[in-house]
């Protein structure tokens, strides 16, 4: 991939940067060269991104070809957005606390030079901000008004970096970029850049570390370059073409936060923030199957008023649903009148509405993986030993039952039947649907974003094309992203 960094005046740009090409902003815009380029980053660091200046069009036309801006255009924006300053000022609140707590003074400028600032104890504040608004060198402005908070953020033109910084900013850009390089020079440039979303500490991850390797290899194998990110680097996301949530997501959370921007930043995202929303919450699943007459256990919307009819209508036991239950929490048993006032009022205290159904005792539970509105895997999910669920976590430790990855193919026809209608009616994302087969009927119990995919268990069939099935969708609707933007921005007339 190609590294530019574009200046205003190279003659009189101050700093000398190893293993990047130097690029006067007027050449960028209008030589045909650059128009030409893939894979390329563009680091804009002309001196003004004010509205139609030349820093404005270089992370404009950098858009329009294809090219990843650092800043984009969105980063210029939330600069100026005094919402956005307060909601960042919010969100960093203790950090920022912390960090200027020693300073004696009303007023306070930070320096932030590609994350970092010549003081060490500003580093973890100055790497967030970098995180949030995505620009090279930035200049952060504090007031305190009873406590401290983040009045103003700007860009740093060249021109302003004092002598005495300039040796440390050549320091931090060379170990900025290098970190960016290919391991080897030899390796086929990547087509695409895909972030993937992952936590190695959660401990009910969608994928184990063995699967997200297998992710990576599937994607450079289609010259996809992929990274892993992390909750820190969601100012970040604009570097790549896609991202890959592979946390368990929830509205209320980060992962939504980052489909969200992702989608607003023109990535093609999977689980996509409309899927999150659909598929985290089982009142809107339990309202949109019914609508669609998709066949469930019985199932009603229960609140305050209308608890005790749930075990009049649905029989002990009966199942409660939090609805953004997962991975087994946030559902619970309850085997007679007692339980389901005591259980049933303890999560209408964190929501609204919940969800009662009907208690469908199986032997296993049916997963269908479902991409593309094609099913790509297919599982039984066997209960938990002595337990009612496949995860037990009612022990000290978490006790899971065993599992049957079958081909697609030879899973019953109704069964898959069934799934595709109800992931259809959320997208044609990622899916994996939760089925209880009652001898020749087959019940949807839920639609999940965000499917278990792991190493030795879902990919137990199809092993390394699982991911290349996954890894394909993502080429093919970055492609066809990348085709739907393809209109042209012409250049200023300089």
Request: aromatic share 10%; net charge positive.
């Amino acid at each position: 991939m190609h590294t530019l960094l574009i200046v205003d005046n190279p003659k009189i740009w101050p700093l000398d940067i190893k293993g990047v090409e130097i690029v006067p902003a007027r050449a960028y815009l209008t030589d045909p060269f650059y128009s030409t380029l893939r894979a390329t980053k563009v680091f804009n660091l002309c001196k003004s991104y004010r509205y139609q200046a030349s820093g404005y069009y270089v992370s404009l036309l950098a858009e329009a070809r294809g090219h990843k801006p650092v800043p984009k255009l969105t980063t210029i924006q939330d600069m100026k957005s005094q919402t956005l300053v307060r909601f960042v000022s919010d969100d960093l609140d203790r950090l920022i606390q912390q960090s200027l707590a020693p300073i004696q003074s009303d007023k306070f400028v930070l320096s932030i030079y590609f994350g970092k600032n010549l003081a060490k104890r500003y580093d973890r504040l100055s790497s967030q901000l970098f995180k949030m608004f995505s620009a090279p060198l930035l200049r952060a402005q504090f007031i305190y008004q009873k406590k401290w908070m983040l009045q103003s953020i700007n860009p740093i033109a060249g021109s302003e970096i004092p002598d005495s910084h300039r040796q440390f900013v050549i320091e931090k850009a060379e170990e900025f970029f290098a970190r960016r390089r290919p391991a080897t020079a030899k390796r086929q440039p990547a087509r695409f850049d895909l972030a993937i979303l992952f936590d190695p500490q959660e401990s009910d991850s969608p994928s184990d570390e063995k699967s997200i390797r297998r992710c990576i290899k599937a994607a450079n194998a289609l010259e996809m370059q992929v990274e892993l990110i992390g909750r820190d680097d969601y100012g970040r996301l604009a570097e790549f073409d896609a991202l890959f949530i592979r946390e368990t997501t929830n509205v209320n959370h980060h992962t939504y936060r980052f489909a969200r921007r992702a989608a607003f930043e023109g990535l093609v995202v999977i689980d996509d923030p409309e899927s999150i929303l659909k598929c985290t919450n089982k009142v809107f699943l339990a309202e949109l199957l019914e609508h669609h007459k998709i066949p469930t256990p019985k199932t009603m919307i229960v609140h305050k008023d209308n608890l005790e009819q749930a075990g009049e209508q649905l029989g002990y036991p009966c199942i409660l649903k939090k609805p953004d239950s997962s991975f087994s929490q946030g559902v619970e048993k309850a085997s007679d009148r007692a339980e389901l006032l005591d259980r049933g009022k303890r999560l209408l205290n964190d929501s609204e509405l919940i969800i009662a159904q009907q208690y469908v005792p199986t032997e296993y539970d049916w997963r269908i993986g479902i991409l593309d509105k094609t099913p790509i895997y297919a599982c039984k999910y066997y209960m938990a030993k002595n337990h009612w669920q496949i995860i037990n976590r009612t022990g000290k430790r978490k006790d899971e039952g065993v599992f049957e990855t079958m081909r697609v193919e030879d899973a019953p026809p109704k069964v898959l039947h069934a799934a595709l209608r109800a992931a259809n009616l959320i997208g044609d994302g990622l899916y994996g649907v939760d089925l209880k087969q009652v001898g020749s009927h087959y019940y949807v119990i839920e639609v999940n974003d965000n499917p278990s995919i792991n190493a030795g268990i879902e990919d137990k069939v199809l092993k390394d094309e699982l991911y290349l099935v996954i890894m394909r969708s993502f080429l093919r609707r970055i492609e066809r992203r990348k085709e739907g933007s393809g209109h042209r921005v012409e250049a200023p007339n300089l």
